[in-house]
Nanobody, 124 residues
Framework: QVQLVESGGGSVQAGGSLRLSCVVSGGTFSWYSMGWFRQGPGKEREFVAG????????GYADSVKGRFTISRDVVKNTVYLQMNSLKPEDTAVYYC?????????????????WGQGTQVTVSS
């Protein structure tokens, strides 16, 4: 059973940075894709970033491109989301997700496994 456990959320002022971590266990991840999604107050869950575990290629939502970076540590089985130049509109619960495929979709329904989420609050 694949398990994803996020950490690293918190409160920060606009312009600040946070790094989210997602520890992954219970599977063979060499052929998985990993992603980060977020759900703001009163909004639907949306794609933020994705990457292929084995190839390391990445993709981002336009709203975070140039500010957020997804990466992984294959030894620690951990996926990260480095968030810089944070804005109040980045306030959301951030979720780690995985799918047993080498490619990924921006649609939430295409992902198989989800973490419990971690809150990020950005104040102006």
């Amino acid at each position: 059973q694949v398990q994803l456990v996020e950490s690293g959320g918190g409160s920060v002022q606009a312009g600040g940075s946070l790094r989210l971590s997602c520890v992954v266990s219970g599977g063979t991840f060499s052929w998985y894709s990993m992603g980060w999604f977020r759900q703001g107050p009163g909004k639907e869950r949306e794609f933020v970033a994705g990457m292929s575990w084995s190839r390391g290629n990445t993709g981002y939502a336009d709203s975070v491109k140039g500010r957020f970076t997804i990466s992984r540590d294959v030894v620690k089985n951990t996926v990260y989301l480095q968030m810089n130049s944070l804005k109040p509109e980045d306030t959301a619960v951030y979720y780690c997700a995985s799918v047993a495929a080498t490619g990924w979709s921006t649609q939430t329904t295409a992902w198989h496994y989800w973490g419990q989420g971690t809150q990020v609050t950005v104040s102006s």
